[in-house]
């Protein structure tokens, strides 16, 4: 089932969270999607719906505060059969478990423009504690925060069941983010 796609995104989540702060996140600009593999064949999706909590200091990355949302019912697989499953026990349980989080426990300089943000991502009532690559970039008053990580499905219980057998549904999902945000100091 393409259900298994909805991990790949609350992984985004996590590393939406090292640039979604004090500063406001402009939805125009701003996704988070994921990639996981069914029988070997690549299933896209992204979430919809996602909030973010940050203050962010690109000289003092250090004092970071980030926090992350993402409404585990807004994903979209392009398919509403396939989305109606990945709501369900086995998967999201979003009746359940509504959202995914991400809480930042560090913020540290990678380089010009890039960071690596350090916290708690919790998917389904399951908490494993995650690194996400954050890159920066400046354009104008809107600074542009991106990355990609992979996240273990099953780490979050997403595939119960028949579902846990990886070669039906890959264990890895590639989650991707891309976030437009205002009120970030110049970088």
Do not use: H
Not at 10 to 19: E, I, Q
Not at 25 to 53: H, L, R
Not at 95 to 106: C, G, L, T, V
Not at 157 to 172: E, L, P, Q, Y
Request: some cysteine.
């Amino acid at each position: 089932m393409k259900t298994f796609l909805i991990v790949t995104t609350l992984s985004v989540a996590s590393a939406w969270s090292g640039l979604a702060c004090a500063q406001q996140v402009q939805s125009a600009g701003s996704e988070i999607t994921f990639t996981s593999k069914q029988m070997g064949v690549p299933v896209d999706g992204k979430f919809k719906k996602f909030d973010a909590q940050v203050a962010f200091d690109p000289k003092k990355p250090e004092a970071a505060k980030i926090g992350f949302t993402i409404d585990l019912a807004s994903v979209s697989l392009g398919s509403t059969e396939v989305e109606s499953e990945v709501v369900k026990p086995d998967w999201f349980d979003t009746r359940k478990f509504p959202q995914a989080s991400f809480q930042s426990s560090s913020v540290k300089a990678a380089g010009p423009g890039k960071y690596e943000v350090a916290g708690k991502l919790t998917i389904k009532g399951a908490s494993q504690n995650v690194t996400v690559p954050v890159t920066l970039a400046q354009a104008g008053a809107t600074t542009t925060a991106s990355g990609a990580f992979v996240i273990k499905r099953l780490d979050y219980r997403i595939g119960d069941g028949d579902w846990k057998d990886t070669s039906m549904v890959a264990n890895d999902v590639q989650v991707r983010f891309k976030l437009a945000l205002t009120g970030v100091g110049a970088l």
